[in-house]
């Protein structure tokens, strides 16, 4: 079978070897899988979902009990009092563009402590000008860039001061080669901008972390959580939609940026896709794990070949992202080849660098998806340029992602940039 799509029995041997050796590690994630779908359960449970759950609404969206119950799961999986899920929500960026909307005024500051923020915010907060930025409206940033792949406290400290309203922690890593934090770690660095000013609301971008760990984010002091329902709480089944977990108060106002001053959470139709989102959360837990391991494998199989890859093959993981540092484009786009061939849609297209709205470089993305843009399934992109690193996650399924990866290697090898 593995012939039929393209991979050797030599590449096929070498992901065999690979694979026996991570046994003990695979095992660690789906015990962590089963926490949280543990979790996931009892919220279902304890909020009484039932078959009126699932139904549709239209128009404005009135008494959609099943939205409603939706976002009280969601505020229990994730420890907050509050919760805005919805389908208007049109991606991650957008829903950090809300949350960041609704809680900074004309003259307030944002800080991030975690350096260059994801490609596309930077239009939204103003480093790169565009209309409707968070810089047109009066908002100042300022960026603390990390230490030696951490923190830095030192100059953190420094940076906050009266105007400081919110500090916005990306957990994973972008577009960049840095390591993802863990929850361990954002807890600490709230704790230490909160002790040195208490009101201050820190929101965290939770992109690609979600149930890598058994505790999130919001349950280490973070005010706002947010990510979106195509990557990994969407479980490859939602077909749309992102969510804002956290404070009462700042979810409201994140309601009414999203719909209008006096509507908030009341209106909203959900048009027939709570079934795919509640499935999709459900399927959740399980769906990150076999991202969580594909990535494992990739990492193994990228670097005993002599590639630079983030996080390396024994580090602990917290997000399901893996970076490989390729070293030229001519690298980049066989790779992306190798996962774009390995799709279950699709599989006949071969990707090329282009032009990306929110994005300064041209960016190669390899995705055959049942959902457009779901980076929860199968794929890879990444901008060309410097370092040439690709970056490789999803796989609703283990084995679907370890035949992207194989096939990957695959086409490096035809193309002689790689030899086993």
Same mark, same amino acid.
């Not at 095992?27 to 899988?33: D, L, M, R, T």
């Not at 997000?319 to 279950?344: H, N, T």
């Given at each position: 079978?593995?012939?039929?799509?393209?991979?050797?029995?030599?590449?096929?041997?070498?992901?065999?070897?690979?694979?026996?050796?991570?046994?003990?590690?695979?095992?660690?994630?789906?015990?962590?899988?089963?926490?949280?779908?543990?979790?996931?359960?009892?919220?279902?449970?304890?909020?009484?979902?039932?078959?009126?759950?699932?139904?549709?609404?239209?128009?404005?969206?009135?008494?959609?009990?099943? #939205?409603?119950?939706?976002?009280?799961?969601?505020?229990?999986?994730?420890?907050?009092?509050?919760?805005?899920?919805?389908?208007?929500?049109?991606? !991650?960026?957008?829903?950090?563009?809300?949350?960041?909307?609704?809680?900074?005024?004309?003259?307030?500051?944002?800080?991030?402590?975690? $350096?260059?923020?994801?490609?596309?915010?930077? &239009?939204?907060? !103003?480093?790169?000008?565009?209309?409707?930025?968070?810089? &047109?409206?009066?908002?100042?940033?300022?960026?603390?860039?990390?230490?030696?792949?951490?923190?830095?406290?030192?100059?953190?400290?420094?940076?906050?001061?009266?105007?400081?309203?919110?500090?916005?922690?990306?957990?994973?890593?972008?577009?960049?080669? #840095?390591?993802?934090?863990?929850?361990?770690?954002?807890?600490?660095?709230?704790?230490?901008?909160?002790?040195?000013?208490?009101?201050?609301?820190?929101?965290?971008?939770?992109?690609? !972390?979600?149930?890598?760990?058994?505790?999130?984010?919001? =349950?280490?002091?973070?005010?706002?959580?947010?990510?979106?329902?195509?990557?990994?709480?969407? $479980?490859?089944?939602?077909?749309?939609?992102?969510?804002?977990?956290?404070?009462?108060?700042?979810?409201?106002?994140?309601?009414?940026?999203?719909?209008?001053?006096?509507? $908030? @959470? =009341?209106?909203?139709?959900?048009?027939?896709?709570?079934?795919?989102?509640?499935? +999709?959360?459900?399927?959740?837990?399980?769906?990150?794990?076999?991202?969580?391991?594909?990535?494992?494998?990739?990492?193994?199989?990228? &670097?005993?070949?002599?590639? =630079?890859?983030?996080?390396?093959?024994?580090?602990?993981? @917290?997000?399901?992202?893996?970076?490989?540092?390729?070293?030229?484009?001519?690298?980049?786009?066989?790779?992306? #080849?190798?996962?774009?061939?390995?799709?279950?849609?699709?599989?006949?297209?071969?990707?090329?660098?282009?032009?990306?709205?929110?994005?300064?470089?041209?960016?190669?993305?390899?995705?055959?998806?049942?959902?457009? +843009?779901?980076?929860?399934?199968?794929?890879?992109?990444?901008?060309?340029?410097?370092?040439?690193?690709?970056?490789?996650?999803? $796989?609703?399924?283990? &084995?679907?992602?370890?035949? !992207?990866?194989?096939?990957?290697?695959?086409?490096?090898?035809?193309?002689?940039?790689?030899?086993?």
């Amino acid at each position: 079978m593995y012939r039929n799509l393209g991979i050797s029995e030599a590449i096929v041997d070498y992901g065999n070897k690979i694979e026996k050796s991570l046994k003990e590690r695979f095992e660690s994630i789906s015990q962590i899988a089963e926490y949280n779908q543990a979790k996931v359960l009892y919220a279902f449970q304890k909020n009484r979902i039932d078959v009126a759950c699932l139904q549709s609404s239209t128009g404005y969206g009135y008494d959609d009990i099943g #939205r409603d119950k939706l976002e009280r799961v969601y505020a229990d999986v994730f420890g907050t009092e509050s919760a805005l899920v919805r389908p208007q929500i049109t991606c !991650g960026t957008h829903a950090l563009t809300i949350a960041l909307a609704a809680n900074l005024l004309p003259g307030d500051e944002l800080l991030a402590p975690a $350096g260059k923020p994801y490609d596309t915010l930077e &239009e939204v907060i !103003g480093i790169r000008q565009s209309p409707c930025s968070l810089k &047109e409206y009066g908002v100042t940033y300022r960026q603390v860039d990390l230490l030696d792949g951490g923190f830095d406290y030192p100059n953190i400290e420094k940076a906050i001061n009266e105007k400081t309203k919110l500090i916005a922690i990306q957990r994973s890593k972008g577009y960049q080669t #840095r390591p993802t934090f863990s929850v361990k770690q954002i807890g600490e660095l709230i704790s230490f901008v909160k002790n040195i000013k208490s009101d201050v609301i820190v929101m965290v971008d939770n992109c690609y !972390g979600e149930f890598t760990e058994i505790i999130e984010p919001s =349950e280490v002091g973070a005010d706002m959580t947010v990510g979106s329902l195509i990557k990994n709480p969407g $479980g490859g089944l939602a077909p749309i939609g992102g969510y804002i977990v956290g404070r009462k108060d700042l979810i409201d106002r994140c309601g009414y940026r999203l719909t209008a001053p006096g509507l $908030g @959470h =009341e209106v909203g139709a959900t048009l027939g896709v709570l079934p795919r989102i509640y499935q +999709g959360l459900f399927l959740a837990p399980t769906v990150s794990a076999n991202a969580l391991k594909g990535s494992i494998f990739a990492a193994n199989v990228y &670097e005993k070949l002599g590639f =630079e890859v983030v996080p390396n093959s024994t580090e602990d993981r @917290h997000d399901i992202i893996q970076a490989i540092k390729l070293r030229s484009e001519e690298a980049m786009c066989a790779f992306c #080849r190798g996962i774009q061939y390995s799709a279950p849609v699709d599989s006949y297209v071969t990707p090329i660098p282009s032009d990306m709205p929110g994005y300064d470089s041209k960016v190669i993305m390899a995705a055959g998806a049942f959902v457009q +843009g779901s980076s929860i399934e199968l794929s890879a992109d990444g901008p060309i340029r410097e370092p040439y690193a690709v970056y490789f996650q999803g $796989g609703l399924t283990y &084995e679907h992602a370890k035949i !992207g990866i194989l096939r990957s290697l695959q086409e490096l090898i035809n193309d002689n940039i790689v030899k086993l």
